[in-house]
């Protein structure tokens, strides 16, 4: 059913530009912009040197001012008719004749050369990018005039969209089921058929499993035609003839949403691969606070004997060996429960069929936003055939005192094992490295020559802090042994995490002579747990851009939204966790506007009382989308979604909360989102200057704002500029 696409992959270095333009600033200022990215620049400064280049070198994008020393850019037109270069027009004039004269010539974009020209350059290159793009991106067209077909057929072409026809309904949803287009436009009027009915008769297929945005175009409309396209599915209803440029921004916008929505379902795949990745290497179980059981994956099962039937809802002591004293487990609940910190170490566990096993342990305490314990999860590795050999070891040495040769002989092959099973280091009483195999010199970067002799702190990085690297004697006070968790860096800088055990070897009168330090690399446990919740914040961070992308605003709004949120946190005094977890969450403020139709999000006007009654509902859509989740981030979402329109005198919806009944994230963000949409373009307004934007909060402190926060605001303003200018559109 699935018509797998070739994948086409953009090389800057290979896209050569022709910018003609008679200004040398502008010219030089395009020149060096382009270069940075990597592009292949030409230059002219007339018609006469442009057409030269274009005669003599395959040009793929022309940046094309209109008034030229010898003529006016149009001219070039009647050149290009017969090549695939891409135009952009550089022009200070802003003629709507000629703008659609010029989309219909086929030019990408216009250019308006004002003082925002450096900011506009960086959008060109960001279209190049999409164009090429563009070539991964399938558009199938559903109308039975053949002119029409051609006409929109050209259009996307130039834009270097793969565009599929089809007249009837026969042949679209054949294209549909093979090729599965990226997006569909779909005309109202065909031969023996309504598009709307073919969009509602096949919604399942289209809009619920395939998720293809579909634009219906029609000669007439009216309020019928957009009500049913809309309950059929549609995301947009355009008007027949249609305004090219009109045409190619919504067709640009829904590509670039269908993008983003790939992204997503990728990042999604990503996790759960991950997430498989770690029940593969590693033995995990979850309980409650209370000790039971909620998940375990097969490896524990394997492990254990026990089917998953057996443990889920079962005390974690059903695994427990009875070797193990009880202070072993006080010290566990203890560190886990009451200090709420992790515990690392080994415990010998009780398989269903009595026989046992050991493990390495990391418990950890999963905690919500208030600090209380919601849950714990338990990492773990086999290590019994590490701690069979150690045994076997022991035992054998003390079985043969009475063949000293042999016990000798025994202690080298025991040595020898151990040795080739894990990192090893001893040092003598003062620190000094006295011994260190292959496995030690891989993982530091070290070589012997440097290690031997030398103090154990030499393998320490300067930027490492743990009381491993204080005092060796301090450190194993009152314990038999050492076990910890330590993140270094070797010689190079790699970063790297391992499992510590350090054991004093004593003398005959309970000296400490030598001290034993056996390793285990725990680094691809690790980059295992960060990129998890790497993918995690970055599939939020989607969610939150799709919901952007849907009211035309920018990627880097919500990235704004988000630093300002994360500062102005940790100036109101919330923590680093808190500050974070805001910095994540923030960016999902208007994800309920999923739920609002494009005829009122995209409104270039102002809203009546009934269309904002609507469109006040995305506050509720987003809040009813995130509120289900145990994850503490889209807890944390939820709130900031339901209450970022709430008001400090209670004016503000969707309960007309007030003061501090208004939570803590609520307030911040409505900040940080009012500050950045104030000082941004959207569809229904320009971007204001500073000072009025100032002057609004200054108004509206204590009224819509938290007078506080409102102080803190300005109190700190260069700072909120700083990251303004850092993630400007």
């Avoid at 175009?217 to 355009?238: E, L």
């Avoid at 000072?691 to 009224?703: D, V």
Wanted: hydrophobic share 35%; aromatic share 10%; glycine share 4%.
């Amino acid at each position: 059913m699935n018509s797998k696409k070739n994948s086409f992959i953009f090389d800057e270095s290979k896209c050569k530009i022709l910018i003609v333009d008679d200004s040398k600033t502008i010219n030089n200022l395009l020149t060096k912009e382009f270069n940075n990215s990597n592009y292949k620049t030409y230059n002219a400064y007339n018609l006469k040197e442009a057409r030269k280049i274009i005669k003599n070198t395959s040009i793929d994008y022309l940046i094309l001012d209109i008034n030229l020393p010898d003529g006016k850019g149009y001219d070039l037109f009647e050149d290009l008719e017969n090549t695939s270069i891409k135009t952009f027009i550089l022009t200070s004039q802003k003629d709507e004749e000629k703008r659609e004269f010029s989309f219909k010539k086929g030019i990408i974009d216009f250019i308006i050369k004002d003082n925002f020209l450096f900011q506009k350059i960086e959008q060109i290159i960001e279209m190049i990018n999409k164009i090429e793009h563009n070539k991964n991106e399938t558009i199938l067209i559903i109308d039975d005039s053949f002119v029409i077909q051609q006409q929109l057929k050209d259009l996307f072409e130039n834009r270097n969209y793969n565009v599929l026809l089809a007249s009837n309904e026969k042949d679209a949803l054949k294209i549909i089921q093979e090729e599965q287009p990226d997006l569909m436009i779909l005309d109202v009027e065909l031969k023996k058929a309504n598009g709307i009915d073919f969009l509602q008769k096949n919604n399942e297929l289209i809009i619920s499993e395939l998720k293809i945005p579909v634009i219906i175009i029609s000669g007439t409309i009216n309020i019928t035609i957009t009500r049913d396209s809309y309950k059929a599915g549609a995301v947009d209803v355009i008007k027949k003839p249609f305004v090219i440029e009109e045409m190619n921004l919504k067709i640009d916008l829904w590509i670039d949403y269908r993008r983003k929505q790939k992204e997503l379902n990728r990042s999604s795949q990503l996790l759960k691969q991950y997430k498989n990745a770690v029940d593969e290497r590693s033995i995990v179980s979850k309980t409650d606070e209370r000790g039971i059981i909620t998940y375990v994956n097969e490896q524990f099962c394997l492990l254990s004997g026990y089917s998953k039937k057996e443990l889920i809802g079962k005390n974690h002591n059903i695994v427990s060996h009875p070797d193990n004293k009880k202070e072993l487990y006080q010290e566990i609940w203890h560190t886990i429960k009451n200090e709420k910190k992790s515990w690392t170490g080994k415990i010998k566990n009780k398989k269903k069929d009595g026989s046992y096993y050991w493990i390495d342990v990391l418990i950890k305490p999963i905690l919500d936003k208030n600090g209380n314990i919601e849950e714990f999860i338990a990492l773990k590795n086999d290590i019994t055939e590490q701690e069979d050999v150690k045994e076997y070891f022991q035992l054998k040495l003390k079985g043969s005192q009475k063949d000293l040769n042999h016990s000798i002989k025994l202690a080298r092959e025991y040595e020898k094992a151990i040795d080739i099973s894990s990192i090893l280091l001893r040092t003598d009483s003062d620190g000094k490295i006295n011994y260190v195999n292959n496995k030690f010199v891989e993982l530091t970067e070290f070589s012997k020559k440097e290690l031997i002799g030398s103090d154990y702190r030499i393998f320490k990085n300067i930027e490492t802090e743990n009381e491993i690297f204080k005092n060796l004697e301090s450190l194993l006070e009152d314990k038999i042994i050492f076990n910890g968790i330590l993140k270094n860096r070797s010689k190079s800088g790699k970063t790297y995490w391992i499992n510590i055990t350090i054991v004093p070897i004593k003398d005959d009168n309970h000296k400490t002579i030598e001290y034993m330090w056996i390793i285990n690399d725990l680094t691809e446990l690790f980059n295992l747990n960060e990129e998890i919740q790497s993918t995690q914040k970055e599939i939020i961070y989607k969610m939150g851009e799709i919901g952007e992308t849907r009211s035309k605003e920018t990627g880097n709004h919500v990235k704004r939204v988000a630093e300002y949120s994360k500062l102005l946190a940790i100036l109101c005094g919330l923590d680093e966790q808190q500050a974070n977890i805001l910095l994540v969450a923030s960016p999902m403020h208007d994800i309920g506007k999923v739920g609002i139709p494009d005829s009122i999000l995209k409104k270039p006007g102002k809203l009546t009382i009934e269309e904002f009654e609507i469109m006040k509902e995305h506050a509720m859509i987003g809040y009813n989308i995130l509120k289900d989740s145990n994850r503490e981030i889209l807890k944390a979402a939820a709130i900031v979604a339901k209450e970022h329109h709430e008001k400090w005198d209670g004016s503000g919806y969707p309960f007309g909360l007030k003061g501090e009944e208004i939570h803590i994230y609520g307030r911040i963000t409505a900040i940080a989102d009012v500050f950045d949409a104030l000082g941004s373009d959207r569809c229904y307004k320009k971007a204001w200057e500073d000072e009025k934007i100032f002057e609004l909060f200054k108004n509206e402190k204590a009224k819509q704002f938290d007078p506080k926060l409102v102080d803190l605001f300005f109190d700190n303003i260069q700072q909120f500029k700083d990251i303004r200018n850092k993630y400007k559109d």
